[in-house]
């Protein structure tokens, strides 16, 4: 099974939305050392090569998240052989995703040999496995215990909907993929969820909550599969954290798709969104390599808002608040630009001459303008 190790890169996004920071006072000791390129010193911009997109590494982003299953299919699977996965006692529905859907140990009336009130967990696990892997909070999975409106929903997100017509046109499962979500009839009680950890042509395997008390591993043959059966492809985890980054500068910043990807390039090529990066001989800091005095300002930023200055959670609070304050010039460029390819190619490339101001400026402003409109814009767009 895969896991994800905790690097501390996105590991304090999940709060950046719901999280606000005063704007500090201007102090001509402090601001006295950023450094803006005369209008002699900035480089035409070449505009943007575009061709084949440029590699962007998605395991740096699974580094970097919190510290769980990548996906799906992992966190059931390890769910699936934990030994508190099980009613306790059987046919009770007291289980730990019922406690944490109800917030308490649910305790139904036991009379005549049988349970009054039933509290079905089948939609609850899969509810629970979204939580873990940081959905619920990023308002892309509902927190649900009926299949339907989590179906729904999900259709609402607009998550790839696989319906079991192209299964019986093919006649093979080749469309269905690992940790894919599947809906199954219920008999006449609506749907039942499961999630998919195994896919081959002729046949699949899930996991299903409440099935028999416990989860319960499940095959279905593609000679068995109902119509009826449908499939939700959920976003991968992969994209997981350029998500929350976009929803960040977008929210946080009123930026469009293109300024962000401008953004996020430039936070690539210098710290590929790790905020522990040290560079230029140990001069610089962080995912956007604060250098001396403003890596010092970080810090004290940081240490006067109560936040860590190693974490990405402090460090996109200190972008936000030096755009803000002093580099409104830049921001306002960023706020009016086209919301197109083009327009990331531009983003990326003033953002990189004036915020990051590198050695061999014009070179860099160029491979990261091109970075921006050939992969990231159109990675942001498939991830929204």
Known sequence: MKTVICGGLLSAFLVLL?????????????????????????????????????????????????????????????????????????????????????????SNAYENGEYLEQYGWNTVFVSWCADKLGFIELGRFPRTADSGELFYSLLQCGYEHIQSNSIFRDGCFDAVRTSDLIFVPDDGFGLRVGIVTEAASGYIRYLSGDTDAQIKELTMLVEDCDPVVSFIRLKPIEDYGLYVLTEFLKSELDLNTAAVSGIAANIWYESSFDP??????????GICQWHNERWNYLDQFCSDYGYDSRSAEGQLRFLKYELETEYGDLL?????????????????????????????????????????????????????
């Open 276 to 285: 522990n990066r040290i560079g230029d001989d140990g001069t610089s800091f």
């Open 332 to 384: 306002s460029r960023l706020r009016g630009g086209e919301n197109s390819k083009e327009g990331a190619y531009y983003s990326a490339f003033y953002f990189c001459v004036d915020y990051e101001y590198p050695e061999d400026m014009e070179k860099k402003a160029n491979e990261r303008g091109d970075f921006a409109c050939n992969s990231v814009f159109d990675r942001i767009n498939e991830n929204a």
């Open 18 to 106: 719901l999280l606000s920071v005063p704007v500090m006072a201007d102090d001509p000791e402090q601001t006295q050392h950023y450094r803006h390129p005369a209008p002699e010193e900035i480089p035409e911009p070449r505009g943007p090569h575009f061709g084949a997109a440029l590699p962007f590494d998605a395991d740096a982003l699974v580094a970097n998240t919190p510290g769980i299953a990548s996906t799906f299919a992992d966190l059931a699977i390890q769910e699936f052989f934990a030994p508190d996965s099980k009613e306790s006692p059987v046919g009770s529905d007291c289980v730990k995703y019922n406690e944490w859907f109800y917030g308490r140990r649910v």
